[in-house]
């Protein structure tokens, strides 16, 4: 059957409409598909100069963890290491201060040290919780006797110890078997220090990129 030129025309026309559709949805999706890698290469330059960014500043950082690592070892240096604060150790030291002053030394206990934070659901806010910071304080109670000139002369020896030692309070006990306070006609008092001190547990961090 044979088409006069009219139809022709139309079937022509109709091939090439489809030829172009065909050619715009495939052009339409690859621009789709650029787009997406535009923008992900976009995202990826952006991060790689945040990354260079970063590198850049290594440098610095390690310039100030150094820094940052040489305080913390000055500030640190007073503070006593872990076989100081044990008992004997720790009792010894503030045994040898009271006689240097004069006082004696009846009792000494350590005391437990009380950590106050957000209690978790379920917990009292007051319990006793382990050590999470690089500090651990540790804290005793002396009972001695001596004179109040003694007892000054003692404080300021813990004060000025090469190492860090704080009075933590100072509490005055009642002479005898009867209720009142120590006659002041009598140089010997009777009293209680409580004395406390920190070590320093350094973190073990990664220093691979500071070396």
Same mark, same amino acid.
């Given at each position: 059957? /044979?088409?006069?030129?009219?139809?022709?025309?139309? %079937?022509?026309?109709?091939?090439?409409?489809?030829?172009?559709?065909?050619?715009?949805?495939?052009?339409?999706?690859?621009?789709?598909?650029?787009? &997406? %890698?535009?923008?992900?290469?976009?995202?990826?330059?952006?991060?790689?100069?945040?990354?260079?960014?970063? @590198?850049?500043? +290594?440098?610095?950082? /390690?310039?100030?963890?150094?820094?940052?690592?040489? @305080? &913390?070892?000055? !500030?640190?240096? %007073? =503070?006593?290491?872990?076989?100081?604060?044990?008992?004997?150790?720790?009792?010894?030291? +503030?045994?040898? =201060?009271?006689?240097?002053?004069? =006082?004696? @030394?009846?009792?000494?206990?350590?005391?437990?040290? $009380?950590?106050?934070?957000?209690?978790?659901?379920?917990? /009292? /806010?007051?319990? &006793?919780?382990?050590?999470?910071?690089?500090?651990?304080?540790?804290?005793?109670?002396?009972?001695?006797?001596?004179?109040?000139?003694?007892?000054?002369?003692?404080?300021?020896?813990?004060?000025?110890?090469?190492?860090?030692?704080? &009075?933590?309070?100072?509490? =005055?006990?009642? #002479?005898?078997?009867?209720?009142? $306070?120590? #006659?002041? #006609?009598?140089?010997?008092?009777?009293?209680?220090?409580? @004395?406390?001190? !920190?070590? !320093?547990?350094?973190?073990? %961090?990664?220093?691979?990129? +500071?070396?």
């Amino acid at each position: 059957m /044979k088409f006069d030129e009219k139809k022709q025309l139309l %079937i022509v026309a109709a091939f090439c409409g489809l030829i172009f559709c065909g050619e715009f949805a495939i052009g339409w999706g690859l621009k789709n598909d650029n787009d &997406v %890698i535009s923008r992900a290469l976009s995202e990826l330059d952006s991060r790689e100069a945040s990354a260079q960014e970063k @590198i850049a500043r +290594i440098p610095q950082m /390690k310039d100030k963890a150094r820094s940052l690592s040489r @305080i &913390v070892s000055e !500030y640190t240096a %007073i =503070l006593p290491q872990k076989d100081e604060v044990r008992r004997d150790a720790f009792v010894d030291t +503030i045994t040898a =201060l009271c006689r240097d002053s004069g =006082l004696t @030394i009846l009792v000494a206990e350590p005391l437990q040290v $009380l950590k106050k934070g957000t209690a978790a659901r379920g917990k /009292k /806010k007051d319990e &006793v919780v382990a050590e999470k910071d690089s500090f651990t304080r540790h804290k005793y109670r002396f009972e001695m006797s001596g004179e109040f000139a003694q007892l000054h002369r003692f404080i300021n020896s813990v004060e000025n110890h090469p190492r860090f030692l704080r &009075v933590d309070g100072i509490e =005055l006990f009642p #002479s005898g078997d009867d209720n009142g $306070l120590v #006659s002041a #006609s009598d140089p010997i008092k009777r009293l209680a220090v409580v @004395i406390s001190t !920190y070590v !320093y547990d350094e973190p073990n %961090i990664q220093m691979e990129a +500071i070396q």
